[in-house]
RNA sequence: GGGCAGAUACCGAAGCGGUUAAACGGGGCAGACUGUAAAUCUGCUAGGGUAAUCCUUACGGAGGUUCGAAUCCUUCUCUGCCCA
Protein backbone atom coordinates (compact mmCIF):
# COMPACT_ATOMS: atom_id res chain seq x y z
CA UNK A 1 0.00 0.00 0.00
CA UNK A 2 1.20 3.36 -0.88
CA UNK A 3 0.43 6.64 0.23
CA UNK A 4 -1.69 8.96 -0.95
CA UNK A 5 -0.64 11.34 -3.97
CA UNK A 6 -0.27 14.33 -2.03
CA UNK A 7 1.53 12.97 0.79
CA UNK A 8 3.94 11.76 -1.57
CA UNK A 9 4.48 14.88 -3.29
CA UNK A 10 4.81 16.66 -0.03
CA UNK A 11 7.66 14.46 0.78
CA UNK A 12 9.13 14.40 -2.36
CA UNK A 13 9.31 18.38 -3.13
CA UNK A 14 11.43 18.46 0.41
CA UNK A 15 14.39 20.18 -0.23
CA UNK A 16 14.24 19.64 -3.95
CA UNK A 17 15.55 22.25 -6.48
CA UNK A 18 14.49 20.63 -9.75
CA UNK A 19 11.84 18.41 -10.56
CA UNK A 20 11.43 18.12 -14.00
CA UNK A 21 8.70 17.85 -15.31
CA UNK A 22 6.71 17.52 -12.16
CA UNK A 23 3.48 16.72 -14.42
CA UNK A 24 5.38 13.58 -15.62
CA UNK A 25 5.88 12.63 -11.69
CA UNK A 26 2.22 13.10 -10.49
CA UNK A 27 0.97 11.08 -13.53
CA UNK A 28 4.25 7.84 -12.32
CA UNK A 29 2.92 8.61 -9.18
CA UNK A 30 -0.49 8.40 -9.86
CA UNK A 31 -0.23 5.15 -12.01
CA UNK A 32 2.28 2.95 -9.66
CA UNK A 33 -0.69 4.00 -6.87
CA UNK A 34 -3.15 2.56 -9.42
CA UNK A 35 -1.39 -0.52 -10.25
CA UNK A 36 0.12 -0.87 -6.66
CA UNK A 37 3.81 -1.35 -7.94
CA UNK A 38 7.01 0.81 -6.84
CA UNK A 39 8.72 3.63 -9.24
CA UNK A 40 12.38 2.08 -9.86
CA UNK A 41 14.44 5.49 -8.46
CA UNK A 42 17.63 5.64 -9.96
CA UNK A 43 20.97 7.02 -8.32
CA UNK A 44 24.52 6.56 -9.62
CA UNK A 45 27.15 6.44 -7.44
CA UNK A 46 30.73 7.46 -8.38
CA UNK A 47 33.25 4.95 -7.15
CA UNK A 48 36.08 7.00 -7.85
CA UNK A 49 35.68 8.59 -4.76
CA UNK A 50 33.98 6.10 -2.04
CA UNK A 51 34.49 8.43 1.01
CA UNK A 52 31.06 9.57 1.45
CA UNK A 53 30.50 12.48 3.24
CA UNK A 54 27.15 14.22 4.22
CA UNK A 55 27.03 16.20 1.37
CA UNK A 56 26.54 12.94 -0.39
CA UNK A 57 23.63 12.56 1.99
CA UNK A 58 21.28 15.05 1.10
CA UNK A 59 20.61 12.96 -1.94
CA UNK A 60 20.96 9.70 -0.07
CA UNK A 61 18.55 11.00 2.16
CA UNK A 62 15.97 11.81 -0.66
CA UNK A 63 16.40 8.30 -1.80
CA UNK A 64 15.49 7.03 1.54
CA UNK A 65 12.26 8.77 1.59
CA UNK A 66 11.52 7.18 -1.92
CA UNK A 67 12.20 4.32 -0.11
CA UNK A 68 10.04 4.60 3.24
CA UNK A 69 7.21 5.80 0.61
CA UNK A 70 7.64 2.42 -0.48
CA UNK A 71 9.51 3.05 -3.50
CA UNK A 72 12.77 0.86 -4.84
CA UNK A 73 16.04 2.38 -5.07
CA UNK A 74 18.03 1.22 -7.70
CA UNK A 75 22.23 2.05 -7.06
CA UNK A 76 23.95 2.01 -9.99
CA UNK A 77 27.57 1.72 -8.98
CA UNK A 78 29.43 3.29 -11.77
CA UNK A 79 32.52 0.84 -11.91
CA UNK A 80 32.58 1.41 -15.75
CA UNK A 81 32.16 5.10 -15.54
CA UNK A 82 34.17 5.03 -13.23
CA UNK A 83 36.94 4.63 -15.80
CA UNK A 84 35.99 7.34 -17.61
CA UNK A 85 36.23 10.05 -14.74
CA UNK A 86 33.08 12.04 -14.24
CA UNK A 87 34.19 15.22 -15.64
CA UNK A 88 31.04 17.59 -13.80
CA UNK A 89 33.14 20.21 -11.84
CA UNK A 90 36.44 19.16 -12.89
CA UNK A 91 38.82 21.63 -13.98
CA UNK A 92 41.01 19.09 -15.11
CA UNK A 93 40.51 15.36 -16.51
CA UNK A 94 40.03 13.03 -13.97
CA UNK A 95 42.24 10.15 -13.14
CA UNK A 96 41.14 6.93 -14.66
CA UNK A 97 40.75 3.91 -12.41
CA UNK A 98 40.56 -0.09 -14.00
CA UNK A 99 37.61 -1.78 -13.08
CA UNK A 100 39.26 -3.83 -10.15
CA UNK A 101 40.11 -0.47 -8.35
CA UNK A 102 36.46 0.75 -9.15
CA UNK A 103 35.18 -2.40 -7.73
CA UNK A 104 36.66 -2.38 -4.54
CA UNK A 105 35.46 1.18 -4.42
CA UNK A 106 31.98 0.52 -5.15
CA UNK A 107 31.76 -2.27 -2.15
CA UNK A 108 32.97 0.52 0.50
CA UNK A 109 30.57 2.91 -0.98
CA UNK A 110 27.65 0.51 -0.32
CA UNK A 111 28.62 0.21 3.20
CA UNK A 112 28.27 3.80 3.55
CA UNK A 113 25.42 4.33 1.27
CA UNK A 114 23.66 1.75 3.63
CA UNK A 115 23.70 4.06 6.63
CA UNK A 116 21.13 6.11 4.98
CA UNK A 117 19.80 3.63 2.55
CA UNK A 118 17.37 1.23 4.21
CA UNK A 119 18.46 -2.47 3.07
CA UNK A 120 14.98 -3.74 1.94
CA UNK A 121 14.00 -2.11 -1.28
CA UNK A 122 17.16 -1.52 -2.79
CA UNK A 123 18.84 -3.11 -5.84
CA UNK A 124 22.42 -2.50 -6.19
CA UNK A 125 23.85 -2.59 -9.76
CA UNK A 126 27.27 -2.57 -11.21
CA UNK A 127 27.32 -0.69 -15.23
CA UNK A 128 30.27 -2.76 -16.52
CA UNK A 129 27.38 -5.38 -16.35
CA UNK A 130 26.00 -3.77 -19.88
CA UNK A 131 28.42 -1.05 -21.41
CA UNK A 132 31.65 -3.54 -20.77
CA UNK A 133 30.07 -5.51 -23.39
CA UNK A 134 28.87 -2.25 -25.67
CA UNK A 135 31.44 -3.22 -28.93
CA UNK A 136 32.25 -0.08 -30.95
CA UNK A 137 28.94 -0.36 -32.99
CA UNK A 138 27.09 0.06 -30.28
CA UNK A 139 29.16 3.02 -29.00
CA UNK A 140 28.64 4.87 -32.51
CA UNK A 141 25.01 4.67 -32.27
CA UNK A 142 24.47 5.34 -29.34
CA UNK A 143 27.27 8.77 -29.51
CA UNK A 144 25.27 9.49 -32.87
CA UNK A 145 22.05 10.63 -30.22
CA UNK A 146 24.09 13.70 -29.14
CA UNK A 147 25.76 16.89 -30.96
CA UNK A 148 28.84 18.86 -30.01
CA UNK A 149 27.65 21.76 -29.41
CA UNK A 150 24.72 20.03 -27.25
CA UNK A 151 27.44 18.59 -25.17
CA UNK A 152 29.21 22.13 -25.01
CA UNK A 153 25.64 23.50 -23.55
CA UNK A 154 26.99 22.11 -20.75
CA UNK A 155 28.49 24.20 -17.97
CA UNK A 156 31.70 22.26 -17.39
CA UNK A 157 32.55 21.71 -20.94
CA UNK A 158 31.74 25.44 -22.13
CA UNK A 159 34.03 26.73 -19.34
CA UNK A 160 36.87 24.51 -20.10
CA UNK A 161 36.34 25.03 -23.94
CA UNK A 162 36.63 29.07 -23.78
CA UNK A 163 39.61 28.94 -20.98
CA UNK A 164 41.44 26.73 -23.21
CA UNK A 165 41.79 23.94 -20.60
CA UNK A 166 42.12 20.53 -22.41
CA UNK A 167 38.99 18.50 -22.72
CA UNK A 168 39.47 14.98 -23.91
CA UNK A 169 37.08 12.94 -26.07
CA UNK A 170 36.09 10.25 -23.61
CA UNK A 171 35.09 12.95 -21.02
CA UNK A 172 32.09 13.69 -23.92
CA UNK A 173 31.27 9.88 -23.85
CA UNK A 174 30.38 10.35 -19.82
CA UNK A 175 26.83 11.31 -19.99
CA UNK A 176 26.00 9.45 -22.77
CA UNK A 177 27.31 6.31 -20.57
CA UNK A 178 25.83 6.99 -17.44
CA UNK A 179 22.47 7.63 -19.36
CA UNK A 180 22.70 4.38 -21.37
CA UNK A 181 22.01 3.14 -17.43
CA UNK A 182 18.89 4.52 -17.51
CA UNK A 183 17.94 2.84 -20.50
CA UNK A 184 19.50 -0.59 -19.24
CA UNK A 185 17.43 -0.19 -15.71
CA UNK A 186 14.10 1.50 -17.23
CA UNK A 187 14.24 4.26 -14.34
CA UNK A 188 11.21 6.41 -13.52
CA UNK A 189 12.99 8.77 -11.77
CA UNK A 190 16.86 9.48 -11.51
CA UNK A 191 18.26 11.55 -8.31
CA UNK A 192 20.98 13.82 -7.99
CA UNK A 193 22.96 16.71 -7.35
CA UNK A 194 22.25 19.59 -8.97
CA UNK A 195 26.02 19.56 -10.82
CA UNK A 196 24.69 16.23 -12.16
CA UNK A 197 21.37 18.10 -14.45
CA UNK A 198 22.57 17.59 -17.72
CA UNK A 199 24.26 14.48 -17.34
CA UNK A 200 20.34 12.85 -15.88
CA UNK A 201 18.26 14.81 -18.63
CA UNK A 202 20.90 13.02 -21.09
CA UNK A 203 19.52 9.82 -19.48
CA UNK A 204 16.09 11.05 -19.88
CA UNK A 205 16.59 11.98 -23.58
CA UNK A 206 18.34 8.50 -24.85
CA UNK A 207 15.48 6.71 -23.05
CA UNK A 208 12.87 8.29 -25.62
CA UNK A 209 15.82 7.73 -28.10
CA UNK A 210 15.42 4.18 -27.19
CA UNK A 211 11.97 3.58 -26.68
CA UNK A 212 12.03 3.32 -22.77
CA UNK A 213 9.09 5.66 -20.90
CA UNK A 214 11.10 8.92 -19.80
CA UNK A 215 12.30 9.12 -16.33
CA UNK A 216 11.78 12.18 -14.34
CA UNK A 217 15.10 14.36 -13.33
CA UNK A 218 15.57 15.62 -9.12
CA UNK A 219 18.60 17.58 -8.33
CA UNK A 220 19.14 18.15 -4.64
CA UNK A 221 21.59 21.43 -3.87
CA UNK A 222 25.34 20.77 -3.59
CA UNK A 223 26.27 21.19 0.02
CA UNK A 224 28.46 23.81 0.99
CA UNK A 225 31.58 22.51 2.51
CA UNK A 226 32.56 23.44 5.97
CA UNK A 227 34.52 26.59 4.94
CA UNK A 228 31.48 27.84 3.83
CA UNK A 229 32.68 28.50 0.25
CA UNK A 230 33.34 25.53 -1.87
CA UNK A 231 31.14 22.36 -2.59
CA UNK A 232 32.04 19.90 0.16
CA UNK A 233 34.48 17.60 -0.90
CA UNK A 234 37.17 15.00 0.13
CA UNK A 235 39.92 16.72 -1.63
CA UNK A 236 39.21 20.01 -0.45
CA UNK A 237 39.12 18.64 3.18
CA UNK A 238 36.47 20.56 4.14
CA UNK A 239 33.69 17.56 5.02
CA UNK A 240 32.08 15.59 7.60
CA UNK A 241 32.43 12.63 6.48
CA UNK A 242 29.86 9.74 7.23
CA UNK A 243 32.37 7.39 9.03
CA UNK A 244 33.87 10.82 11.37
CA UNK A 245 33.20 10.27 15.08
CA UNK A 246 30.81 11.71 17.04
CA UNK A 247 33.20 14.02 18.48
CA UNK A 248 34.28 15.46 14.80
CA UNK A 249 31.33 15.45 13.63
CA UNK A 250 30.45 17.78 16.20
CA UNK A 251 33.51 20.09 15.87
CA UNK A 252 33.46 20.05 12.47
CA UNK A 253 29.73 21.34 12.50
CA UNK A 254 30.91 23.54 14.78
CA UNK A 255 33.62 25.34 12.79
CA UNK A 256 30.97 26.10 9.72
CA UNK A 257 30.41 29.86 9.34
CA UNK A 258 27.41 31.19 10.78
CA UNK A 259 25.75 32.29 7.32
CA UNK A 260 25.43 28.32 6.73
CA UNK A 261 23.94 27.38 10.04
CA UNK A 262 20.27 27.41 8.55
CA UNK A 263 20.92 25.58 5.44
CA UNK A 264 22.69 22.72 7.16
CA UNK A 265 19.99 22.02 9.06
CA UNK A 266 17.87 21.61 6.63
CA UNK A 267 20.31 19.44 4.44
CA UNK A 268 22.34 18.07 7.19
CA UNK A 269 20.46 17.59 10.01
CA UNK A 270 17.40 17.21 8.49
CA UNK A 271 15.00 19.26 10.83
CA UNK A 272 11.74 20.37 10.19
CA UNK A 273 11.00 23.36 8.18
CA UNK A 274 9.06 25.16 11.43
CA UNK A 275 12.41 25.08 13.61
CA UNK A 276 14.41 26.07 10.82
CA UNK A 277 12.14 29.28 10.05
CA UNK A 278 12.07 30.08 13.78
CA UNK A 279 15.76 30.15 13.80
CA UNK A 280 16.51 32.29 10.66
CA UNK A 281 14.48 34.84 12.45
CA UNK A 282 15.93 34.59 15.66
CA UNK A 283 19.44 34.97 14.11
CA UNK A 284 18.51 37.91 12.29
CA UNK A 285 16.45 39.45 15.15
CA UNK A 286 19.38 38.59 17.89
CA UNK A 287 16.90 36.59 19.43
CA UNK A 288 19.50 33.63 19.32
CA UNK A 289 22.66 33.17 19.26
CA UNK A 290 24.48 31.53 16.57
CA UNK A 291 26.91 29.61 18.40
CA UNK A 292 23.95 28.20 20.53
CA UNK A 293 22.00 27.69 17.07
CA UNK A 294 25.09 25.63 15.65
CA UNK A 295 25.50 23.59 19.04
CA UNK A 296 21.74 22.58 18.37
CA UNK A 297 22.71 22.29 14.44
CA UNK A 298 25.43 19.90 15.67
CA UNK A 299 23.93 17.89 18.00
CA UNK A 300 21.81 16.90 15.66
CA UNK A 301 24.17 16.11 13.19
CA UNK A 302 25.48 13.42 15.38
CA UNK A 303 22.18 12.02 16.17
CA UNK A 304 21.66 11.07 12.51
CA UNK A 305 24.21 8.61 12.47
CA UNK A 306 25.37 8.20 16.14
CA UNK A 307 22.15 8.26 18.50
CA UNK A 308 21.31 11.09 20.83
CA UNK A 309 23.80 9.87 23.71
CA UNK A 310 26.17 10.25 21.28
CA UNK A 311 25.37 13.67 20.41
CA UNK A 312 25.00 14.52 24.23
CA UNK A 313 28.80 13.38 24.93
CA UNK A 314 30.29 14.58 21.86
CA UNK A 315 28.47 18.53 22.89
CA UNK A 316 29.85 17.17 26.47
CA UNK A 317 33.22 17.12 25.55
CA UNK A 318 33.13 20.08 22.93
CA UNK A 319 32.22 22.22 25.91
CA UNK A 320 35.30 20.77 28.12
CA UNK A 321 37.89 21.37 25.67
CA UNK A 322 37.18 24.63 23.69
CA UNK A 323 35.07 25.91 26.24
CA UNK A 324 36.25 25.32 29.29
CA UNK A 325 40.03 25.00 27.66
CA UNK A 326 39.95 21.96 29.80
CA UNK A 327 40.97 18.22 27.94
CA UNK A 328 39.22 15.57 26.35
CA UNK A 329 38.13 12.43 28.74
CA UNK A 330 40.17 10.07 26.48
CA UNK A 331 43.63 10.80 25.43
CA UNK A 332 45.94 8.25 23.95
CA UNK A 333 49.06 7.58 25.39
CA UNK A 334 51.83 6.59 23.25
CA UNK A 335 55.55 4.87 24.35
CA UNK A 336 58.74 6.92 23.19
CA UNK A 337 61.81 5.34 22.58
CA UNK A 338 64.81 7.61 24.21
CA UNK A 339 68.15 7.32 25.95
CA UNK A 340 67.66 8.03 29.74
CA UNK A 341 63.82 9.16 29.33
CA UNK A 342 64.82 12.98 27.81
CA UNK A 343 64.27 14.22 24.43
CA UNK A 344 64.11 17.54 22.77
CA UNK A 345 60.56 18.77 22.07
CA UNK A 346 61.16 19.51 18.56
CA UNK A 347 61.65 15.79 18.43
CA UNK A 348 59.40 14.71 20.48
CA UNK A 349 56.38 16.20 18.71
CA UNK A 350 57.82 14.34 15.60
CA UNK A 351 58.69 10.96 16.75
CA UNK A 352 55.46 11.44 18.62
CA UNK A 353 53.82 11.79 14.76
CA UNK A 354 52.18 15.26 16.16
CA UNK A 355 54.03 16.89 12.99
CA UNK A 356 55.24 15.77 10.02
CA UNK A 357 58.71 17.70 10.18
CA UNK A 358 61.30 18.77 12.87
CA UNK A 359 60.71 22.37 11.20
CA UNK A 360 56.90 22.50 11.82
CA UNK A 361 57.79 21.32 15.30
CA UNK A 362 60.13 24.28 15.51
CA UNK A 363 57.36 26.68 14.15
CA UNK A 364 54.49 25.69 16.17
CA UNK A 365 56.70 25.52 19.25
CA UNK A 366 57.99 29.36 18.52
CA UNK A 367 54.42 30.49 17.94
CA UNK A 368 53.41 29.25 21.26
CA UNK A 369 51.34 26.33 20.09
CA UNK A 370 52.67 23.37 22.53
CA UNK A 371 52.43 23.01 26.17
CA UNK A 372 53.79 20.48 28.28
CA UNK A 373 51.58 19.33 31.31
CA UNK A 374 49.62 22.19 30.77
CA UNK A 375 52.15 24.86 30.83
CA UNK A 376 53.45 26.32 27.26
CA UNK A 377 57.12 25.79 25.89
CA UNK A 378 58.10 28.29 23.71
CA UNK A 379 61.98 26.93 23.05
CA UNK A 380 62.22 24.12 21.40
CA UNK A 381 65.14 22.55 21.95
CA UNK A 382 64.80 21.90 25.80
CA UNK A 383 64.85 18.57 26.72
CA UNK A 384 61.66 17.14 28.17
CA UNK A 385 61.86 14.42 31.35
CA UNK A 386 59.46 11.60 29.95
CA UNK A 387 60.06 9.24 32.24
CA UNK A 388 57.22 9.95 34.17
CA UNK A 389 53.97 10.44 31.87
CA UNK A 390 53.44 14.01 30.41
CA UNK A 391 50.56 15.68 28.57
CA UNK A 392 51.29 17.04 25.02
CA UNK A 393 49.18 19.29 24.06
CA UNK A 394 49.96 20.12 20.57
CA UNK A 395 47.57 23.56 19.02
CA UNK A 396 43.91 22.91 19.65
CA UNK A 397 43.12 19.65 18.97
CA UNK A 398 45.91 17.55 19.21
CA UNK A 399 46.53 15.89 22.64
CA UNK A 400 48.53 12.94 23.78
CA UNK A 401 49.84 11.15 27.02
CA UNK A 402 53.67 10.14 26.34
CA UNK A 403 56.47 7.94 28.61
CA UNK A 404 59.46 6.86 27.77
CA UNK A 405 60.32 3.05 27.70
C1' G B 1 51.63 18.55 -41.80
C1' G B 2 53.03 24.01 -40.76
C1' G B 3 53.18 28.44 -37.48
C1' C B 4 52.64 30.68 -32.59
C1' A B 5 52.18 30.54 -27.22
C1' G B 6 52.90 27.95 -22.78
C1' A B 7 54.53 24.09 -18.62
C1' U B 8 56.82 27.71 -11.62
C1' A B 9 55.66 25.40 -4.77
C1' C B 10 48.98 22.41 -2.14
C1' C B 11 46.12 25.70 -6.01
C1' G B 12 46.06 30.31 -9.03
C1' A B 13 49.82 33.48 -10.60
C1' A B 14 54.67 36.88 -10.77
C1' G B 15 59.76 36.53 -11.89
C1' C B 16 63.02 36.34 -17.50
C1' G B 17 71.40 35.69 -15.66
C1' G B 18 73.37 36.83 -9.33
C1' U B 19 70.38 40.57 -3.61
C1' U B 20 65.20 34.02 -5.24
C1' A B 21 63.44 28.58 -0.91
C1' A B 22 61.12 32.10 -5.38
C1' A B 23 56.64 38.46 -5.08
C1' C B 24 51.19 38.43 -4.64
C1' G B 25 46.34 36.00 -3.83
C1' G B 26 43.78 31.59 -2.13
C1' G B 27 44.24 27.43 1.01
C1' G B 28 46.51 25.32 5.45
C1' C B 29 48.60 25.85 10.46
C1' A B 30 49.52 28.73 15.00
C1' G B 31 48.63 32.98 18.29
C1' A B 32 45.30 36.97 20.12
C1' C B 33 40.27 37.93 20.74
C1' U B 34 35.37 35.42 21.27
C1' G B 35 29.79 31.81 25.06
C1' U B 36 31.84 28.73 18.55
C1' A B 37 37.13 24.59 15.49
C1' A B 38 32.16 31.52 13.23
C1' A B 39 33.95 36.52 12.16
C1' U B 40 38.23 39.81 12.78
C1' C B 41 43.49 40.88 13.54
C1' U B 42 48.78 39.04 13.68
C1' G B 43 52.53 35.52 12.47
C1' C B 44 54.20 31.14 9.97
C1' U B 45 53.87 28.00 5.58
C1' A B 46 60.65 22.74 1.54
C1' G B 47 63.85 19.37 4.65
C1' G B 48 68.25 19.13 7.90
C1' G B 49 71.05 21.84 11.67
C1' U B 50 70.46 24.40 19.63
C1' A B 51 74.04 29.09 15.24
C1' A B 52 75.84 31.01 10.27
C1' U B 53 77.16 34.96 4.62
C1' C B 54 75.84 26.42 6.47
C1' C B 55 74.14 21.74 3.81
C1' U B 56 70.35 19.05 0.74
C1' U B 57 66.16 19.17 -2.45
C1' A B 58 62.89 22.45 -5.68
C1' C B 59 60.74 26.28 -11.04
C1' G B 60 57.81 19.81 -17.03
C1' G B 61 62.27 15.70 -18.38
C1' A B 62 67.45 15.20 -20.21
C1' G B 63 71.83 17.64 -21.72
C1' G B 64 74.77 22.29 -22.55
C1' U B 65 76.68 27.67 -22.10
C1' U B 66 78.38 30.54 -17.69
C1' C B 67 82.30 32.00 -11.93
C1' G B 68 76.79 31.75 -11.36
C1' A B 69 70.40 29.65 -14.59
C1' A B 70 63.52 29.25 -12.91
C1' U B 71 65.71 32.91 -16.14
C1' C B 72 70.19 31.83 -22.26
C1' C B 73 70.91 27.41 -25.95
C1' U B 74 69.72 22.23 -27.75
C1' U B 75 66.50 18.27 -27.45
C1' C B 76 62.39 15.41 -25.57
C1' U B 77 57.41 15.09 -23.37
C1' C B 78 52.73 17.38 -22.57
C1' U B 79 48.91 21.40 -23.42
C1' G B 80 46.28 25.50 -25.85
C1' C B 81 45.50 28.64 -30.20
C1' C B 82 45.78 29.57 -35.54
C1' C B 83 46.45 27.77 -40.75
C1' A B 84 45.72 23.33 -43.74
Known sequence: ????????????????????????????????????????????????????????????????????????????????????????????????????????????????????????????????????????????????????????????????????????????????????????????????????KFNLLVGRELQKQYGVEPQCILTMPILAGTDGIQKMSKSLDNYIALTDSPKEMFGKTMS?????????????????????????????????????AKVETAMKIVEVYHGADSAKSAFEEFERIFVNKDIPDVIDEMVIECDGGKIGLADLLMTALLTPSKKESRRLIEQGGVTVDGEKCTDPFTHIDISTKRLLKVGKRKFLYVISN
Open 1 to 196: MFPGLNEQMDVIRQGVVDLLPENELVHKIEKSIKQNKPLNIKLGADPSRPDLHIGHAVVLHKMRQFQDLGHEATLIIGDFTGMIGDPTGKSKTRPQLTLEETKINGQSYIEQATIILRADRLIVKYNSEWLNSMNFVDVIKLASNYTVAQMLERDDFSNRYKSGTPISIHELLYPLAQGMDSVVIKSDVELGGTDQ
Open 256 to 292: IPDNLITLYMLHAAFMDSAKIKATEEGLKDGSVHPRN
